[in-house]
């Protein structure tokens, strides 16, 4: 158990909804990454969060948005689902800057 | 932009023999780390090992160990006296020290099955 917290596990919804994606990072970590693991794009970095405030941007499509709180929670906001979006979504936390990140477990999104 | 490339889909090792997996990148940075994640059947994504490019001793971890050379850009993780729980999908990542982002880059993966 790597101490990264990741709700729901599974989620299944159809085209051109609206999901939310939430992640708890392990205590103390102040960095939350989020990943997106699909077959045909392997791994993929799409937005990285520091102490409340956005430090990085990958491969995150307009639609999807993402937030980390005070209490350093983070959430992943995917609207306008398309079927490929379906894929399975990491995030990540690390203690700070450059230091080695621990994975939740992910969540699995199946859009229909 | 950095790219890590994992050259071996698939492989394949008895229990209690040793497996080694390849990892090659590029960059031109010289202040990185590089990491091995396992994930296993479950999908979780877990740390195996890391190596700081600074340092020339290799990183080791229990049965995990790399060959890490700097100037020909190869990362490999060679595991000992495999057992059947080191059954997963192997990936090799990249995370550049002096970017603002400290993403990791991740090749394909290898997968590795354990045979009994």
């Known amino acids: 158990d790597s101490g990264v917290t990741q709700t729901p596990k599974h989620l299944i919804t159809a085209t051109g909804q609206r999901v939310t994606l939430r992640c708890s990072p392990r205590?103390?970590?102040?960095?939350v990454y989020w990943y997106q693991q699909s077959l045909d794009q392997g791994l993929q970095f799409l937005i990285q969060y520091y102490n409340g405030e956005e430090r990085a941007k990958g491969n995150i499509l307009e639609r999807f948005s993402a937030q980390q709180f005070p209490d350093l929670h983070s959430e992943l906001n995917l609207s306008s689902l398309e079927l490929g979006d379906s894929a399975l979504y990491f995030c990540?936390?690390?203690?700070?800057?450059?230091?080695?990140?621990?994975f939740g477990p992910g969540t699995r999104l199946l859009v229909l | 932009a950095q790219t890590v490339t994992q050259s071996q889909p698939e492989m394949s090792v008895q229990e209690a023999e040793t497996v080694t997996l390849s990892c090659t990148y590029d960059?031109?940075?010289?202040?990185?780390?590089l990491f091995w994640y396992k994930q296993p059947p479950s999908r979780q994504m877990i740390l195996v090992i890391r190596q700081e490019a600074y340092k020339q001793q290799n990183a080791t971890e229990n049965r995990f160990s790399v060959n890490f050379q700097k100037a020909a850009k190869s990362f490999s993780l060679k595991i000992s006296d495999s057992q059947l729980g080191d059954t997963a999908m192997y990936f090799c990542?990249?995370?550049?020290?002096?970017?603002?982002?400290?993403?990791?880059?991740f090749g394909a993966g290898t997968t590795v099955t354990v045979r009994a």
């Open positions: 960059t031109s940075e010289s202040n990185y780390y």
């Open positions: 205590s103390g970590d102040l960095s």
């Open positions: 990542a990249f995370m550049l020290f002096s970017s603002n982002d400290y993403k990791l880059s």
């Open positions: 990540a936390s690390s203690r700070g800057w450059g230091e080695t990140q621990y």
